[in-house]
């Protein structure tokens, strides 16, 4: 999907606005607006609009920009009535008694890692449609808008603050929802070390009958079910079952090498109880631990 720099931002203005309310058979007219952009809001079902190479389903709760110098035309005549509010926008500049218009700009993410473009703060980035959060939050806001629009006493200067607030809310979300990926990348980058850190911690408490996904996640202030999903993602299995899975492994090693009773190594293993540990003993091993630890006075291997 492709997004586009917005600069001058204070500087916008909006010469129409509207709520489309459209019957089965129509489509889009084919135009190419120099100076304007416009942003729709889907209200009602759904139309298709080819926006230059791509295409874009305008639908409820999904705001679409149709940027200025790009070419748009409707995909398809619309089978269901639709409806959707749009607003024309654009940022000029009088300079000695011309008017001078910032036109959008394609955003090359690769070329402009700074995503909200700071060296400019007066500009935004919009994608091409964003499905929002709050539908009724920008349903409010259009409403607000086209009111103000058909005053009477119609106040271009309110108008024109109404429609920037429209473009920042946009914006706001729109780069609150790419930090959210980009934290979410990271985070699963950093998910190899997470758990290495981890089995350290399990290594250290294996003798702690507290040990579990909950409180690891306590000890790296982390969220548990997060620290949950890396682990599987890394190592196949959860939390839990590794953890249990070298307690009875540090229990094969006690019972070979210690003349402790089963119990006393239970204890000393982190199981909270005899009956679970002989439960998790069998079922990795296949032996209850007092057969282990016959065999092994014989054979002396590890069946694990």
Known sequence: MKNYIYSHVECTASPVCGLAMLNPGWRHMERNLENESVLIFGRKNSALIDIGDETVEIKPGRAVLLPAGVFHRGSETIREPVSYWWVHFFQQFEDKNKTRYFLPVEYEKKKQPDFMVKNNKNSVVLPLYLDVQNSALYANLLTEILHEYEEPGFSPLMYNALVEKFILTIAEE???????????????????????????????????????????????????????????????????????????????????????????????????????????????????????????????????
Do not use: W
């Open 174 to 304: 729109y780069y609150l929802s790419e930090k959210q990926v980009e934290f979410v990348s990271q985070k699963e980058k950093s998910s190899p070390l997470l758990v290495k850190k981890l089995l350290e911690l399990i290594e250290e408490e294996l003798s702690n009958p507290n040990a579990s996904v909950k409180f690891f996640a306590a000890e790296m202030s982390l969220n548990a079910d997060y620290i949950g999903r890396c682990f599987k993602e890394v190592k196949g299995v959860s939390v839990g079952q590794y953890i249990q899975r070298r307690r009875v492994e540090l229990a094969c090693s006690r019972l070979r090498e210690n003349s402790a009773s089963v119990e006393e190594i239970a204890f000393m293993c982190g199981f909270g109880s005899r009956r679970q540990f002989y439960d998790e003993f069998k079922k990795f091993t296949k032996k209850t631990p007092s057969q282990y630890r016959a065999d092994s006075a014989y054979v002396g291997l590890n069946v694990l």
